[in-house]
Structures are given as C-alpha cells and as structure tokens.
C-alpha cells in the first residue's frame, strides 16, 4: 500500500557525491532503483538507474559532464533522462529514454517524487528544520530494516512501548505506557490534501529521568516528560520531546532536556525499509560530546526496535491473514492507516480515470 503522489527521502544530502566526485549514488525506492547525481552547478538529478537498452544499472556506468554514460554498451543520457548517444548509430531513437525523477533538497533531506511528476509540490514538503539549522545540533543516522515499512509506522505511532522496548534507554518508566495521549489531525498543505497526518500529544509527569538522559544531563529530581509529534503522509515524525524538574515551569532555569526529532521511512521493497534518522538539541545546551551520546543512545533503541519488529515481521509471514486485537493503545496508528488508504484509494481512482 504505497502512496506514489508525495515526498521520499532518498538519501541524506552529505550522501550524494559533489559534482566532480567520480562516484554515482543509487538508491531503490518503492521497488524502483533510482539513481542521484549533482550537477556542476549544485542541483540535483534524479534517474532512473536502469539503461533502457539491456537494463544494466547507470550506476556502475560513469559521470560526463552533467550526464551519465552506461557502463555496459556506453549509450549517454542527459540529465532529463534522454538518450543523447549510442555509440555505433548516426541517429538516437527517439524511445531511447530513462526515466526522470523530480527531486529537491530541503533541510540536508534529498526527496524524489515518486509518482505523476506533474503533480510534484514543494508545499507538500515536511518541515524537518532541526536537520540543518543553526540553532540546533545532531549526528544523522540511517538504518535498514529487513521489515515492511507500515510496521515501523506502526510502531512509531504507539509510544506506549517505550515502557518496555526501551525499559532501559529512552523509556524508564511504566507511566508512558499507561498515559493516554492526545491524537488531532494535522491540516493539509493544499486543497487536494485536507490532511497531511496526525499530532500526537503525550504528557508523563513525575518519573524518574530515564538513562537516556542520564548518559548527557544529571537529575537528581523527578522529571515532567513530555513527547509532542506530527506524524505525516507518507511516513515522516516531527517531534519535540523532553522533561524537566516535576512542577517546574516551562521556562524556569535549571537542568532541562529539550529535543527535536526528525525521522521518515522509505519503502525500499514490499519487505524492506530506509529508515533516516536523527535527534538533534539546541547548540547552547551540549557540545559535541552530548550530540555524540545522543545519537549513540538514540541508535541503540532503534536496534531494539528493529530486533522487537524483525521478531514481529516473522511471525506475521507465518499467518498473514491471521487478524491482530486492536486495542486503545492503537487509535493513532489505526487512525494513521485509514488516512492513508484512503489517500492511495484516491489516488489509483484518479490514475483509472472515469468508468466506462
């Protein structure tokens, strides 16, 4: 259940090799292997890495300039993804094509458009301004998980298992698990998205810090958390989280943990997942060694998260059709996933056209 109408992240922008680095990047999304390149004066092209003579990948090809030669029989494309040269022939014919990606970079993130091309919209683009900023530090991350990438949604829309997932990193308490949280509908971008996702609030005063915060900042106090997120279409979190001393005001001094979390997955295959990832904190609250335990204790809990969700993908392919108890921990994926069937059942019905 793929929505192909909206932004990936492909890559982190540091992934993609600098105009005159001889390396090409490629990268498969939604089942359709894509290759990015930069051109000499800084943008970005994104092909389809597949020559449409014998389908071997551009990517073991070379750069020319702002195009890109097959490796295998040396046919050159142009950055809109026409075949200019074949070796051998006067003339190019006129199907000798690739596919064309519309892709941008927005905050150290490089999306593609993975669908009808006219209908790309920089409006549509997450704000994951914590990326690149300023005012804000982190170290970006990339997992890969052997898991379809509806389950991780899943998972990132219920924080109830930091309880018990994350016992002993992120969480550190058993009160995540039995606050309730706040689900709202995020407004849409446009007027052909009325919704972008969904915002959930969730509130956990009096806990002890959990050892995540421990590894960076001493408590010696309870601790008021709080995780405050927008979960938008197709799978991106935007999230403010943080504690500070129980009954203290937002902005009182004293110790404090504030965090922004950008996170979005990306289908590679029906059963494999891009997963880009960070937690950065405000550049006047921790040097490079905070940001360092940071990511270090946030790429931890994510490997449990991936071990608890691999476990879970297995079990699944045992019995596929085998329903699942929905409980009221699971209003905002469940409402999650009808936001999104609804989206993709729009969309395959404007792609069918009118009935005959």
Not at 30 to 54: I, K, N, S
Not at 267 to 279: R, S
Not at 292 to 304: C, H, P, R, W
Request: a negative charge; aromatic letters at 10%; hydrophobic letters at 35%.
């Amino acid at each position: 259940m793929w929505l192909r109408n909206c932004w990936y992240v492909i890559a982190w922008g540091h992934e993609i090799p600098a105009a005159d680095a001889p390396q090409l990047f490629t990268r498969t999304v939604l089942g359709e292997p894509v290759l990015v390149y930069r051109l000499a004066d800084g943008g970005l092209v994104a092909l389809e890495d597949r020559c449409c003579h014998r389908h071997a990948p551009l990517s073991v090809g070379r750069r020319e300039g702002d195009c890109v030669r097959c490796g295998y029989h040396g046919l050159k494309f142009e950055p809109s993804g026409r075949c200019i040269e074949i070796p051998g022939l006067d003339t190019v014919p006129p199907k000798a094509c690739v596919r064309s990606y519309p892709v941008v970079q927005k905050n150290n993130w490089v999306f593609v458009w993975m669908g009808d091309p006219a209908l790309a919209d920089v409006a549509l683009l997450p704000d994951n301004f914590s990326c690149e900023s300023p005012d804000w530090k982190n170290k970006p991350g990339y997992l890969h998980y052997d898991t379809p990438y509806l389950l991780i949604c899943d998972n990132l829309l219920d924080f109830s298992h930091l309880s018990y997932v994350h016992e002993s990193s992120l969480g550190g308490s058993t009160r995540i698990a039995q606050a309730r949280p706040t689900i709202e509908p995020v407004p849409g971008a446009t007027a052909d998205w009325p919704q972008m996702g969904i915002k959930v609030s969730r509130y956990v005063n009096d806990v002890p810090p959990p050892p995540f915060y421990q590894r960076f900042r001493r408590f010696d106090t309870h601790l008021d958390r709080w995780f405050v997120y927008e979960f938008l279409l197709p799978a991106t979190l935007l999230m403010h989280s943080g504690g500070r001393p129980t009954g203290a005001a937002p902005d009182a001094p004293g110790p404090s943990v504030r965090l922004h979390s950008c996170q979005t997955l990306t289908p590679e295959t029906e059963t494999t997942t891009h997963y880009f990832f960070q937690q950065s904190h405000p550049v006047n609250e921790g040097d490079d060694t905070v940001t360092e335990s940071i990511y270090n204790s946030l790429l931890g809990a994510f490997n449990e998260d991936r071990d608890m969700i691999t476990a879970q993908h297995h079990n699944i392919a045992f019995d596929p059709a085998r329903p699942m108890l929905p409980l009221a921990m699971d209003a905002a994926l469940l409402q999650f996933r009808r936001l999104l069937e609804g989206r993709v059942a729009a969309e395959r019905e404007a792609t069918a056209g009118p009935a005959s």
